[in-house]
């Protein structure tokens, strides 16, 4: 196929995406975007067995902190949840471009009381969640904790309401005393955690006996990643938590994803063009590999609420020296 054609068939995403387009406007996204293939080329392989180390993970969520540190929107970093009528909640007017992931955090936790709860949050990215929870649903405290510097250092820099707190924290290791919390969150950062026993037992130790722990990411069905259903489902069993609740909201997200790629694919388009094409398979838009493993039924967002199983005990002794 000459280029002449092939630019015919598939015009470059960045023309779509100036538009700036907002959900409503799904439909004027070109079908032949959410036609595409799920590539894999030299790089992007190379790409994915990267992000599989810690250090790397690590550096590029510190590379995100820093790329985003002086700006005020782009506050979730998630993919999103898209329920046909789903009941409208209020939002400040410019957090509105990101309604759908704000909208993960508020399904996630609308079978929790929030008012006058303790909550820890792991993982808080930029804080748009913890903020939307913390502004509108009355915690006592909200802690919400992230494993990268320079993303916590940014939220910190922006006003944040009453209650909130933000700290640094690895997920298996958080600076609280046991018993301290009654609603542990997880937004989309199970995928990035190797060890999910050891994330699991120090929820237990950080909440309540009575507490809730509600998570939301997708999932591989492959049994070899270390990201599989099937092993976290494993970690779980084996832990000191109970399912409460398992949902799978994986064509939730699919829509989320349709809907919210163009406004995507515009933050993309500002990004030097050699970045351009890793950023695409990595930042959940029609165009990830992901969307395609979940459209396929290789991939699955579930949310689980667990809580904690009678009798159950911290699976550390309180009192040590990670103490608030
Ligand atoms: C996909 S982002 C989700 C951010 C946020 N929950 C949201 O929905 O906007 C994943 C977050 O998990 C954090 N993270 C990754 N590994 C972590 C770990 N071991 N401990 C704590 N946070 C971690 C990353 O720094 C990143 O901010």
Known sequence: MSAASRSMRRP?????????QTETKIQEMPPVLKAAPDRRTWDTLLWQRLWR???????????????????????VLNCGYREPGYPAFALRPEWEIERLGFQLYHRLTR?????????????????????????????????ATDNSRLLIAGNRLRRRPMGLRFRFARADRVPFKAASFDIGLSVETMHCLSDKAAFLDEMARVLRPAGRLLIADFFYQRDSSPSALSVFKKAVRESAWEVDDEQDWTSNT?????????????????LPRMIRKYVLSFASTVESPLYHQLRDGRAAY?????????????????GDERLR
């Open 111 to 143: 079978s929790v009381a929030m008012n006058g709860a303790d909550v820890i949050e792991i993982g808080c990215g930029r804080g748009g969640g913890a903020r939307f929870l913390a502004e509108n649903f009355g915690p006592r405290s909200y802690w």
């Open 53 to 75: 180390r810690k250090i790397a993970r690590r550096m590029f969520y510190e590379l995100v902190g820093l790329a985003l540190m002086g700006r005020r929107d782009m506050q």
């Open 254 to 270: 699919v829509a989320s994803l349709e809907a919210d790629s163009p406004r995507r694919f515009g933050e993309i388009a500002r």
């Open 302 to 318: 579930v949310h689980f609420a667990l809580s904690l199983r009678r009798g159950s005990r911290p699976a550390r002794p309180p």
């Open 12 to 20: 470059p995403f960045w023309r779509f995406a100036r538009k700036r």
